[in-house]
């Protein structure tokens, strides 16, 4: 776990959520099931497999000594989450190693605020590996003042946020749960961007019905879990995502195609788009945040820019 250590003792105060050390991609032998994010003013440990008290000791020790040289006179405060190496194995388990935990808690990322919660779950409210896909977004926004956007599997509606104070005309937020999506009216109301966006908690492949009937958009965005049974399920499911993208799509609109599953190469999402929609142009694969540096591009988190054609 030295890598692990090496990166505490080393790391700046962060006043944006940001991961600070990323074991799953690969880059650090021995190192591979750890992982540290900041969600300020918390930092929350991940280890993928099961660690001795010795070791968080050893962490918290860490923790503590850095956070007493860049924080002097503040309190540290960290949480331990133990999760099975996949979900099928079991539950999380979650602890407060020290300090406490702001309730509400509201993270920033550039300038944007979002409300978070690191004691429950393992979904923490914002995917911090989708830090560019957001700013790919704002900066769409700005360039297409207007544009409709239909945000799927939007979870919390971090795009839908950074999309309307970018200057998206409306936004459409779709997710089956209406937990997520209460979330992300909150972080709309937090930023205040309320007017123009809508959030329906709905089984996207019961009926498209709606989604269609507000449509057609300038952007769509999917970014769906990779395996989720009864919601999504990448090697079944994408393929009649993608067939509906050329119907919902402006001539001339783009979307965003987001997809987290180490097992699924990039060549997957070709193979669907060419297969579905062989009129969508794949514009560009957008990089992940340096944090998520991974070992191979193919098992980290993909996400590819297509163009309906004119």
Same mark, same amino acid.
């Given at each position: 776990?030295?890598?692990?250590?090496?990166?505490?003792?080393?790391?700046?105060?962060?006043?944006?959520?940001?991961?600070?050390?990323?074991?799953?991609?690969?880059?650090?032998?021995?190192?591979?099931?750890?992982?540290?994010?900041?969600?300020?003013?918390?930092?929350?440990?991940?280890?993928?497999?099961?660690?001795?008290?010795?070791?968080?000791?050893?962490?918290?020790?860490?923790?503590?000594?850095?956070?007493?040289?860049?924080?002097?006179?503040?309190?540290?405060?960290?949480?331990?989450?133990?999760?099975?190496?996949?979900?099928?194995?079991?539950?999380?388990?979650?602890?407060?190693?020290?300090?406490?935990?702001?309730?509400?808690?509201?993270?920033?990322?550039?300038?944007?605020?979002?409300?978070?919660?690191?004691? @429950?779950?393992?979904?923490?409210?914002?995917?911090?590996?989708?830090?560019?896909?957001?700013?790919?977004?704002?900066?769409?926004?700005?360039?297409?003042?207007?544009?409709?956007?239909?945000?799927?599997?939007?979870?919390?509606?971090?795009?839908?946020?950074?999309?309307?104070?970018?200057?998206?005309?409306?936004?459409?937020?779709?997710?089956?749960?209406?937990?997520?999506?209460?979330?992300?009216?909150?972080?709309?109301?937090?930023?205040?961007?309320?007017?123009?966006?809508?959030?329906?908690?709905?089984? &996207?492949?019961?009926?498209?019905? @709606?989604?269609?009937?507000?449509?057609?958009?300038?952007?769509?965005?999917?970014?769906?879990?990779?395996?989720?049974?009864?919601?999504?399920?990448?090697? @079944?499911?994408?393929?009649?995502?993608?067939?509906?993208?050329?119907?919902?799509?402006?001539?001339?609109?783009?979307?965003? &195609?987001?997809?987290?599953?180490?097992?699924?190469?990039?060549?997957?999402?070709?193979?669907?788009?060419?297969?579905?929609?062989?009129?969508?142009?794949?514009?560009?694969?957008?990089?992940?945040?340096?944090?998520?540096?991974?070992?191979?591009?193919?098992?980290?988190? @993909?996400?590819?820019?297509?163009?309906?054609?004119?």
């Amino acid at each position: 776990m030295q890598a692990l250590l090496d990166a505490i003792a080393t790391m700046d105060r962060c006043t944006d959520a940001q991961r600070i050390f990323h074991g799953r991609g690969g880059l650090h032998p021995g190192c591979e099931h750890w992982v540290l994010d900041a969600f300020p003013p918390v930092f929350v440990l991940t280890s993928f497999q099961p660690v001795t008290d010795d070791e968080l000791t050893a962490v918290g020790d860490a923790l503590a000594a850095r956070w007493a040289a860049i924080a002097p006179g503040e309190p540290l405060n960290w949480v331990f989450q133990g999760r099975p190496a996949n979900r099928a194995e079991g539950r999380a388990e979650t602890r407060l190693m020290a300090g406490s935990v702001p309730d509400p808690h509201t993270v920033t990322e550039d300038g944007t605020a979002y409300r978070v919660h690191v004691l @429950k779950g393992q979904n923490h409210g914002l995917f911090l590996d989708m830090a560019e896909g957001r700013r790919w977004v704002r900066a769409h926004c700005v360039a297409n003042p207007g544009v409709d956007v239909l945000n799927l599997f939007a979870y919390t509606c971090a795009f839908s946020v950074v999309a309307r104070q970018a200057g998206a005309g409306r936004v459409v937020n779709i997710d089956m749960a209406q937990g997520a999506l209460a979330i992300g009216q909150q972080n709309h109301r937090l930023n205040g961007v309320a007017e123009g966006a809508s959030f329906l908690a709905h089984d &996207l492949f019961s009926s498209w019905g @709606k989604v269609n009937r507000l449509g057609p958009y300038g952007l769509v965005i999917a970014d769906p879990p990779s395996y989720q049974k009864g919601s999504f399920v990448a090697t @079944k499911d994408y393929a009649r995502l993608i067939r509906r993208l050329p119907d919902l799509l402006i001539p001339g609109g783009h979307a965003l &195609l987001c997809l987290n599953a180490p097992e699924l190469p990039e060549a997957f999402l070709h193979e669907q788009l060419a297969a579905q929609a062989p009129q969508l142009q794949v514009m560009a694969r957008l990089p992940n945040p340096p944090a998520f540096a991974d070992v191979s591009a193919d098992r980290a988190l @993909k996400v590819l820019v297509v163009r309906q054609p004119d």
